[in-house]
């Protein structure tokens, strides 16, 4: 894929970019080494200021930002501008709680002395340059989780952002820079994505974090196994969304539509598959299919908008053989399902219902639009539907029976499960997942210390 800004509104290519060659990137790897040595001993209260500084240019840069967002990846500009303010969040969160959460921890005092030991302490150091190869749906939010905490914890980040979204790329360089980090802090690179295996095995750079794809994920995990880097991968989710008898219908149904088709259908805490209960499922399915059947469809840039064109031509075929391949095996199209006439890379809000194993539906993800509806009998069924998937990022249950919520919280195989609401990420909450969508987590405690050396200092008595 080339490195350019290619508007999926209308297939225009606005603006391409050289790939940076071996000459540049070794600059940058001298220089994220060099700045690590400095910026590691700097104190939280320093990086937190820096931080919040660039926390603040955000929210100056908001509107601007958003555009660029929008017109690199289509994501509706509203929903552009609500990602640049978590990222905000996010760095202001991080600003205020790193040091606490990276504070020495002080073993109890019977097993300093059961080790002989006159004191011990635990201590959190950082381990230099991490290398962060993100994705195009979030293109802000994906890097600032990483970032943010990085950054925090005394690392230094080197980015390899998605080819499609160059411009919003080189703005996270630029904001971390005018906020008054250090060149080397933060750094973009440039370049296609048969230049991060070189880069990964560099032994300057001491990890990696990778959001994206399940091929991406193994061919950086391989490598970074092959060098014995310390990596952290979240690599999509096909989440189930399952509603219970007792659930409100009228309110899950909303929330359900939103669940689907936020960022265009391309998240991958998206809710996928819609696992209904039958004493409910017509009644959930009807109010479902209506509330995805009425989305306003359209111009990205536009307020009204709450579905833009997907990312990628690619992308919408993918999405299309999807859909296709359910239609022939029998699902049936309650709504949506068919290419629209005109410029961009647009695909209606589509609802599949019978969907069967033999499907790719039922096995793949599908990044857009697109949602499958699942009948169950009873709880045990509706575990086993939603466990019956090569991933397990989040779910969603909709109940009113604490049994039942206890039920899904110890059966179901996944990093989350959210009751009576939508998954959504937040800085306090760690976010990850299991099976094929990754290992580690970000955000929170647990995410500022994926990327430390936890250290043991033992003294003698």
Known sequence: MPIATVNPANGETIKTYEAMGTEE????????????????????????????????????????????????????????????????????????????????????EADVADSGASRAVVRYRPLGPVLAVMPWNFPLWQVVRFAAPALMAGNVGLLKHASNVPQ???YLEDLFHRAGFA???????????????????DERVKAATLTGSEPAGRAVASAAGEMVKKTVLELGGSDPFIVMPSADLDRAARVAVTARVQNNGQSCIAAKRFIVHTDVYDAFAERFTEGMRALRVGDPLAEETEVGPLASERGRADL??????????????????????????????????????????????TFGPVATLYRAG????????????????????????????????????????????????????????VKRSGYGRELSGHGIREFCNITTVWHGA
């Open 25 to 108: 990137i070794e600059r940058r790897l001298q220089l994220a080494e060099a700045t690590f040595r400095t910026y590691r001993e700097s104190g939280f209260a320093d990086r937190a200021r820096l931080l919040d500084r660039a926390a603040d240019l955000l929210d100056e840069d908001r509107d601007d930002i958003a555009r660029v967002l929008t017109t690199e990846m289509g994501k509706p500009v509203a929903q552009a501008r609500a990602e640049a303010a978590k990222c905000a969040k996010a760095m202001r969160w991080y600003a205020a709680n790193a040091e606490r959460l990276l504070a020495d921890e002080e073993p109890a």
């Open 168 to 170: 919003t790329a080189l």
């Open 183 to 201: 060149e080397g802090c933060f750094q973009t690179l440039l370049v296609g994505s048969a230049a991060v295996d070189d880069i990964l095995r």
């Open 320 to 365: 299309e053989e999807l859909v296709d391949d359910a239609r022939r095996f029998g699902a049936t199209v309650l709504c949506g399902g068919e290419r629209p006439e005109g410029d961009g890379w647009y695909y209606p809000p589509t609802v599949l219902a019978g969907i069967t194993r033999e499907m790719r539906v039922h096995r793949e993800e």
């Open 378 to 433: 009873d709880l045990d069924e509706a575990v086993l539907i939603a466990n019956d998937s090569p991933f397990g990022l989040s779910s969603n249950v909709w109940t009113r029976e604490e049994s039942e919520v206890d039920r899904f919280v110890r059966d179901l195989e996944a990093g989350g499960v959210y009751v009576n609401g939508m998954t959504a990420s937040h800085p306090a909450f760690p976010f990850g997942g």
